[in-house]
């Protein structure tokens, strides 16, 4: 018998993509205001802050300048955009380009190869895949900081 409904890590795991997608969306924010504006507790929106800020995917930005008011200052945490990075591949018929990118699509570094139509698939790869690694060292980011590579061949593909 399959057991259908929702167990509590489900319930963690949606409440941590809403926040990111409200963060993304919107900006940084107080605890506070992600709590009312995704319907949560302060306390289930502490914990996951918690979290992700230990997980380095969020950090806390200052406090909030609200003028005189009584009371904690409102903390901002929003999302840290180069807590990881993401390797792009473009393989075009006369140009291959080799790019890393912040979580907002900053381009971080960038190499330009020639295409090598002629050689055999397997070892033009190789080469790029080499290129790949060489980018990603020379930017200074550690490899264990990308979350993956994205490749596009834009245009008909001899899939032999």
Known sequence: MAHTGINLENVKENNRSA???????????SRKDLAE????TAATVT??????????ILREQGALNEG?????KKILVGIDYTCR????????AND??????????????????????????TAFLGYVAAV?????QQSGISMDLVLGVGVSVPGAVDRR
Do not use: F, H
């Not at 504006?37 to 949560?40: D, I, K, T, V």
């Open 19 to 29: 926040i990111l997608k409200l963060l993304n969306e919107q900006g940084a924010m």
């Open 96 to 121: 291959t380009w080799v790019a890393l990118s912040d979580l907002r699509g900053e381009k971080v570094a960038e190499r330009q190869i020639k295409t090598e139509n002629k050689a055999a698939p």
């Open 68 to 72: 005189r008011r009584a009371g904690r």
């Open 85 to 92: 990075y993401v390797l792009s591949i473009c393989l075009e």
């Open 47 to 56: 914990l996951i802050c918690s979290d992700l800020i230990a997980m380095g």
């Open 37 to 40: 504006q995704r319907g949560l």
């Open 132 to 136: 790949c690694r060489e980018v990603v």
